[in-house]
């Protein structure tokens, strides 16, 4: 029998209550690349609700000089041009309160904008600001009457550690509940992550086989060329396993590996999510490897003889029944060969060959199920064919899939700009919850009590010569063997 639509996709559709939102760090790097274009873009599309944005920083602004930023923001980062009568629209909903008003001035200026739109309004906090202020800025929120009928979404890292991150979410729940908290992670809110879901739960081709009876190993994979640029003084006490792995990695891990939830609805899908995190097995120093490229120590700003890794790459596992025995590999770090965010699930090759030696059979590893999170996502399925031509040559062949296939890749949504419509709905399905982080730095505890030394590698490469041991006898998907088939 099928179960009546509760899709989220249903939320696209429904219109949202007007809302005041007041943007944190509004001056800061992530709201001028992501939020303020996001935002913009939300309205072009029609998905903004009627909607106030009051920007507050330590910048001095007034409500001009905000719009100003906003449009300079817009015009470097806008992916969809910026037409006079948009933007005249939006301008006349961005205003300012420099931190240094107050928070009473904060809450002046949201009252009365609440009351100018009237009606049932929301309120959404965005709190794109370092996390060492966070707590702060939750209290002073609270203390000012601003976490009434609010919601909340902060920017990663959730703590460090057990402890931090306990302690943190301990003091978000001083002043909000955790339905009103949406923990933003951004990978999660790309195209091609959802698709994973759509994938495994709107087909019956794949279910059956995705399991440790047919899956020999997964590589969840996001090398960047980028470095660490202005983000040192962070990144320094952060590294790339707290940066990338415990937020972003472990999350797109879960959707490749969590069992079917009993519905497409936010609370079934984190019960899932969360039965993921508590199989994780610890992380064992013995089975990670932590790399630094060369010239880290010489960036402006880095400790001498800083331990910091800008490499990870590490063996894990679900300790469950679906996944027991199965190896996870996860890789990430700056400054790498190439750019890539791949999840690339390698299928156990047949227990007997009938080709004869030579043949090419199992040549080019196993098949592989490959999902690229790219923004323009892509999908490919390897498998042995027959060679053209006489006698029994084997090539790797593939299926493959790109977004652009639908024709519809104007309807796409950047990740800020889904999670920020999610959190204006209230939907929690991509967002992460305060048992899941806690879990995920339990989980981590052992590797971060012990953590091996960082090996060099050089820049442009694609981390320590360890990795291979790690993965052995199998081996890292990335370079790829062939390319992806442009069309
Ligand atoms: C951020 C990390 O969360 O994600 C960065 O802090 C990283 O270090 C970035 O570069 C990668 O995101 P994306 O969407 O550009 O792949």
Same mark, same amino acid.
């Given at each position: 029998m099928r179960s009546?639509?509760?899709?989220?996709? =249903?939320?696209?559709?429904?219109?949202? *209550?007007?809302?005041?939102?007041?943007?944190?760090? +509004?001056t800061g790097d992530l709201a001028r690349r992501k939020l303020l274009p996001g935002l913009f873009h939300l309205a072009q599309a029609g998905l903004l609700p009627k909607c106030r944005i009051v920007g507050t920083s330590l910048d001095d602004l007034d409500d001009e000089g905000f719009r100003a930023y906003a449009r300079a923001a817009l015009d470097d980062f806008a992916h969809h041009g910026v037409a006079d009568d948009e933007w005249d629209e939006f301008a006349a909903?961005?205003? &300012?309160?420099? $931190? =240094? +008003?107050?928070?009473?001035?904060?809450?002046?200026?949201?009252?009365?904008?609440?009351?100018?739109?009237?009606?049932?309004?929301? #309120?959404?906090? &965005?709190? =794109?600001?370092?996390? +060492? +202020?966070?707590?702060?800025?939750? $209290? #002073?929120?609270?203390?000012?009457?601003?976490?009434? *009928?609010? *919601?909340?979404?902060?920017?990663?890292?959730?703590?460090?550690?057990?402890?931090?991150s306990i302690e943190l979410n301990e003091a978000l729940h001083r002043t909000f509940d955790e339905s009103q908290i949406f923990r933003i992670d951004h990978f999660l809110g790309k195209e091609a992550a959802l698709n994973i879901l759509a994938f495994r739960f709107a087909n019956g081709l794949f279910e059956p086989i995705w399991n440790r009876q047919h899956i020999a190993h997964v590589q969840i994979d996001v090398p960047e060329t980028l470095s660490i640029g202005h983000r040192i003084p962070f990144y320094e006490k952060t590294g790339a396993y707290r940066d990338m792995v415990v937020n972003h990695l472990f999350q797109v891990l879960a959707f490749m590996a969590m069992e079917p939830p009993t519905a497409l609805e936010p609370r079934s899908i984190g019960e899932e999510k969360n039965k993921v995190f508590r199989s994780l097995s610890p992380i064992e120093p013995s089975q990670v490897v932590r790399g630094q490229y060369g010239g880290y120590l010489d960036e402006p700003g880095v400790r001498p003889h800083s331990e910091t890794e800008t490499f990870i790459a590490l063996r894990c596992e679900i300790d469950n029944w679906r996944w027991a025995g199965v190896p996870f590999y996860l890789r990430t770090g700056k400054r790498m060969a190439e750019g890539a965010r791949v999840i690339s699930i390698a299928f156990r090759e047949p227990p007997k060959s009938m080709f004869p030696l030579g043949s090419g059979v199992g040549a080019h590893g196993p098949d592989h199920l490959t999902f690229d999170l790219a923004d323009a996502s892509r999908l490919s399925l390897s498998? &042995?064919?027959? *060679?053209?031509?006489?006698?029994? #040559?084997l090539d790797k062949q593939s299926l493959q899939f790109s977004l652009h296939e639908t024709g519809r890749t104007t309807d796409l949504l950047e990740a800020y700009e889904r999670l920020i419509y999610d959190a204006m709905s209230g939907d929690h399905t991509l967002f992460t919850s305060a048992e899941g982080v806690e879990r995920l730095w339990e989980a981590s505890k052992p590797l971060l009590e012990n953590p091996p030394p960082v090996r060099p590698y050089s820049a442009g490469s694609w981390g320590p010569n360890a990795i291979h041991q790690l993965v052995a006898p199998d081996a890292w998907r990335l370079p790829f063997e062939r390319a992806w088939r442009s069309r």
């Open positions: 009546e639509p509760t899709d989220i996709n =249903s939320n696209l559709i429904s219109p949202l *209550r007007p809302h005041v939102m007041v943007l944190f760090g +509004a909903g961005l205003f &300012y309160v420099c $931190q =240094s +008003a107050g928070n009473e001035a904060l809450a002046k200026i949201v009252l009365e904008l609440e009351e100018e739109l009237g009606g049932d309004v929301a #309120r959404l906090h &965005y709190l =794109s600001v370092p996390p +060492a +202020a966070a707590p702060e800025v939750v $209290q #002073r929120l609270g203390e000012v009457g601003l976490a009434e *009928r609010a *919601r909340i979404i902060m920017e990663k890292p959730f703590g460090t550690d057990l402890a931090s498998f &042995y064919g027959k *060679r053209p031509g006489p006698g029994m #040559r």
